[in-house]
């Protein structure tokens, strides 16, 4: 099971990439858990300065902006 964390404050770009991740993963047919972490001292653990940015298994896959439903297929996949 991938883990995937979807991290910023709740801005509406933080919400079009939770959105679009949790698309990408349903179409994808993945078995992920998702969480959404809007505690800016626990997002600035992950050396983020800006958001929105997506973690996928640890890894920091986008920060600072929302890439295609595509690109983010990519970064689960």
Known sequence: MKE????G???PKCQELM?????AIEEL???CSVEKITDIMEI???GVM???ALVVDGQIKVVGKVPSL???KGMLG
């Open 70 to 72: 595509d690109d983010i």
């Open 4 to 7: 995937v964390k979807v991290l």
């Open 29 to 31: 047919g993945l078995d």
């Open 19 to 23: 959105k679009q991740t949790e698309q």
């Open 50 to 52: 800006m958001t929105p």
């Open 44 to 46: 600035t653990t992950y």
């Open 9 to 11: 404050p709740g801005c």
